[in-house]
């Protein structure tokens, strides 16, 4: 559930906004700014060491719950349980990728942590455009590197092993295997760059 508008007002938009107005709005909506730079963080970590660390992703979630807790519109135990279900949603949308070896365990924590702050409907639809996103960045990829023919057969031989095989734990161990041989797209920047896309358009930013 979602307290935060999901689309700015058009009297909203219509007026130049001073440094007084952007103030006030910031502050409004500080826990999504906390949110945003977070994510450019992750991004930057993770496009320059394939990783998103543990002392971003825990901590994000764990102040996501205190939040949610204790300050958010819905403070007390209602708002700690929008927060929980929006970790929960968080994992879920990534926990499959992650158990067949396509995704890394800390961008599920880090879609975790974002659940944990705007709770599950925003997320899902973070998500969503975050997979848009993360499937044009990797088609751009496979055609900067004119690796179109392999990438493709690729993605058919994992398509099949993943009908085929059915087996989480075989799955990751394929996926380990040829890791090495796979050009590696850090999804912690798709998920950045949707998401931070989504909060912008929903009118949660300003």
Known sequence: MSVLPLRPKFAE???MFDTAQLA????????VWFVTVTLIVAAV????????P???????????????????????????????????????LLL???????????????????GAWVWGTVTAYAFAVSAVVGGIIAIGMVLTNKRWDKHHNQFWMILN????????????????ERKPRMMLLPYGIPIAIGSIAYFAWAGMLV
Do not use: C, H
Not at 45 to 52: A, E, S
């Open 54 to 92: 543990n002392w971003i992703t825990f901590p994000m979630i764990a102040s996501g719950w205190v939040w949610s807790a204790t300050l958010s519109p819905y403070a007390g135990w209602e708002g700690l349980v929008y927060s929980l279900i929006g970790t929960a949603v968080g994992l879920a």
């Open 96 to 114: 499959p990728a992650y158990a067949i070896g396509g995704m890394g365990a800390g961008d599920v924590k880090l879609m975790a942590g974002i």
């Open 24 to 31: 006030d709005a910031f502050v409004a909506n500080w826990p």
């Open 45 to 52: 970590i993770d496009g320059m060491q394939l990783r998103v």
């Open 13 to 15: 938009l219509t007026p």
């Open 161 to 176: 092993e993943i009908t085929a095989i059915k087996n989480p734990e075989q799955l990751a161990e394929i996926a380990a």
